[in-house]
């Protein structure tokens, strides 16, 4: 049992270290190279994490082979074009100008049901708004419009919208967030003014309470008990 505990702690540490070279980065956004070694690492852990009568040196010797390898891969294409070009490929155009780049979608096995598919998840029904639909190396569709049909921003309608600033926590289910009332220069007499604004008479009934920095409250109370 204390063997198999063992070899569990250390496999899971060096994995979590060795992944933690990529970046925080989730499964779908990894270039296809950090996928495969994820794949190849989780691979080569779960033998020696079942198998006891293999020493725990031969599965760590190829994880430490496989991260070496990443990083020379990674540190090589940093400073050269072609080898990052040939590891991690090429972003592909496939709608330009509001047409479509049937040899891109080819050579990337994207079918138009795929490529309609991404649009209308990123709110985009109509091909000709498209001034450049883009296929990242990790697998993304990235929607640039023409400008004239982008949203208009407040900017360009010479708006000048108030920033309330990040909002800070002070109830959290319940709980009273005494350093975040100091962070905002809160007492308990505002606190109190609050509770009874929103028609509580104590902290214990309130789910969510936040301040911004321009003194916007946020309220949910909480269910009332069956």
Same mark, same amino acid.
């Given at each position: @049992?204390?063997?198999?505990?063992?070899?569990?702690?250390?496999?899971? $540490?060096?994995?979590?270290?060795?992944?933690?070279?990529?970046?925080?980065?989730?499964?779908?956004?990894?270039?296809?190279?950090?996928?495969?070694?994820?794949? $190849?690492?989780?691979?080569?852990?779960?033998?020696?994490?079942? +198998?006891?009568?293999?020493?725990?040196?031969?599965?760590?010797?190829?994880?430490?082979?496989?991260?070496?390898? *990443?990083?020379?891969?990674?540190?090589?294409? @940093?400073?050269?074009?072609?080898?990052?070009?040939?590891?991690?490929?090429?972003?592909?155009?496939?709608?330009?100008?509001?047409?479509?780049?049937? &040899? &891109?979608? /080819?050579?990337?096995?994207?079918?138009?049901?795929?490529?309609?598919?991404?649009?209308?998840?990123?709110?985009? *029904? #109509?091909?000709?708004? %498209?001034?450049?639909? %883009?296929?990242?190396?990790?697998?993304?569709?990235?929607?640039?419009?023409?400008?004239?049909?982008?949203?208009?921003?407040? &900017?360009?309608?010479?708006?000048?919208? &108030?920033?309330?600033?990040?909002?800070? %926590?002070?109830?959290? +289910?319940?709980?009273?967030? /005494?350093?975040?009332?100091?962070?905002?220069?809160?007492?308990?007499?505002?606190?109190?003014?609050?509770?009874?604004?929103?028609?509580?008479?104590?902290?214990? #009934?309130?789910?969510?309470?936040?301040?911004?920095?321009?003194?916007?409250?946020?309220?949910?109370?909480?269910?009332?008990?069956?």
């Amino acid at each position: @049992m204390a063997i198999a505990f063992t070899r569990s702690v250390v496999l899971y $540490l060096l994995i979590v270290m060795g992944l933690r070279f990529m970046g925080k980065r989730q499964i779908g956004e990894l270039e296809l190279s950090e996928l495969v070694l994820a794949l $190849l690492i989780a691979d080569l852990a779960a033998v020696p994490m079942q +198998d006891f009568g293999i020493p725990l040196l031969n599965g760590l010797i190829p994880i430490f082979t496989l991260l070496a390898l *990443t990083m020379v891969i990674s540190v090589l294409s @940093m400073k050269s074009v072609r080898i990052r070009s040939f590891v991690f490929g090429k972003p592909s155009i496939l709608v330009e100008k509001g047409r479509l780049i049937r &040899e &891109e979608m /080819r050579k990337n096995r994207v079918t138009i049901d795929e490529l309609c598919e991404e649009l209308r998840l990123q709110g985009v *029904t #109509d091909l000709s708004t %498209i001034q450049y639909a %883009i296929l990242e190396t990790n697998g993304k569709l990235s929607v640039l419009l023409f400008p004239s049909k982008k949203p208009a921003s407040a &900017e360009l309608q010479n708006l000048k919208p &108030e920033d309330p600033g990040l909002p800070v %926590i002070i109830i959290n +289910d319940g709980r009273l967030l /005494r350093n975040n009332m100091q962070l905002r220069a809160l007492d308990k007499n505002w606190l109190d003014d609050r509770l009874l604004q929103y028609g509580v008479s104590s902290v214990d #009934d309130v789910f969510l309470l936040s301040v911004d920095e321009s003194g916007g409250t946020y309220f949910i109370g909480k269910e009332p008990k069956p």
